[in-house]
């Protein structure tokens, strides 16, 4: 029964430090109070291949995979709000992100 225990309590304490870690400033709740709108802006990505993979595509995949996260963020994010986790504020859209990154040079 002591063996059974422990294995459990070992196995929990595995599945617990497996967990996801959200990082958050330690002042994060006073300046997130002013705030009503965010945006993500896309990551940087870089993607380092074999000498002789072609740096082209390496560049394209890195172009790619940067719109991709920045799409899962904003998913993983809406999850939260509806999960009421996150209160009070908007997200922007990355398409609407983009665009205003675009225009602004």
């Given at each position: 029964?002591?063996?059974?225990?422990?294995?459990?309590?070992?196995?929990?304490?595995?599945?617990?430090?497996?967990?996801?870690?959200?990082?958050?400033?330690?002042?994060?709740?006073?300046?997130?109070?002013?705030?009503?709108?965010?945006?993500?802006?896309?990551?940087?990505?870089?993607?380092?291949?074999?000498?002789?993979?072609?740096?082209?595509?390496?560049e394209a995949a890195a172009r790619e995979d940067?719109?991709?996260?920045?799409?899962?963020i904003y998913s993983w994010m809406l999850r939260?709000?509806?999960?009421g986790k996150i209160r009070g504020l908007e997200?922007?859209?990355?398409?609407?992100?983009?665009?205003?990154?675009?225009?602004?040079?």
């Open positions: 029964m002591r063996l059974f225990t422990t294995t459990l309590l070992l196995a929990l304490l595995c599945l617990a430090s497996c967990g996801p870690k959200v990082y958050e400033a330690p002042n994060m709740a006073s300046v997130s109070r002013s705030h009503q709108l965010i945006a993500i802006v896309p990551p940087s990505v870089a993607i380092k291949g074999r000498p002789k993979d072609d740096q082209a595509q390496l940067t719109y991709t996260f920045q799409r899962e939260r709000k509806q999960q997200i922007m859209d990355p398409e609407t992100t983009n665009t205003k990154l675009e225009r602004a040079g």
